[in-house]
């Protein structure tokens, strides 16, 4: 081809030799759509919260927060599954989010789950917490769904998706990694 050709030209050779190979190799393309999520995506909407404390390894506590925007303050408020209240908060530059569990008068510290936000379905995190008596540590990892939503529309959770794939490339490592047999050799 010359520099002189068009783009178009260029466009048609090429979707010549993709027509050739799509005949001898289907090819799959997965269209990722990343949109940035900001705070009228979770005003008013529901979650069902699963927390991994450190301190219980075994064991995942399971309750709720609804995100709502309080009529008279005009403030995010996050009411828990135990009536418990707190903030919320989204960083749609960073693409972040926080929502605080306080207790009656700070005196039982307050907790904070954070973390990016990489799905508008499913979110994970940490969970830090303090109180009067004990500096701010991480006490916890977090998997937020989203309540109220077409489960086939939101699809399975990331965390579901990366241990599937994380399986998949080990197995091949390990088929990889296997010594070659007398058999494989003839």
Known sequence: MSS?????????????????????EEEEWEIVEFEELDESDFIN????????????????????VRLIIDPES???????????????????AAQFFQISKETFGGWGGKKLWAGPIDDYYYLQGTVRGWNPIR????????????LGVDREEAGVAPWFEDEDENNE???????????ESKEDKL
């Open 4 to 24: 002189s050709s068009s783009s178009s030209d260029v466009a048609t050779a090429s979707s010549n030799e993709d027509n050739d190979e799509d005949e001898e």
């Open 45 to 64: 909407s529901e979650w069902k919260v699963g927390t991994n404390w450190y301190n219980k390894p075994n064991e995942i506590d399971t309750t709720w």
């Open 74 to 92: 005009e403030k995010n408020v996050a009411i828990w599954g135990d009536n418990s209240k707190g903030f919320w908060k989204i960083d749609a």
């Open 135 to 146: 500096p701010a540590s991480v006490t916890g990892q977090l998997q937020m769904i989203r």
């Open 169 to 179: 490339n080990d197995e091949t490592k390990e088929t990889e990694a296997l010594p």
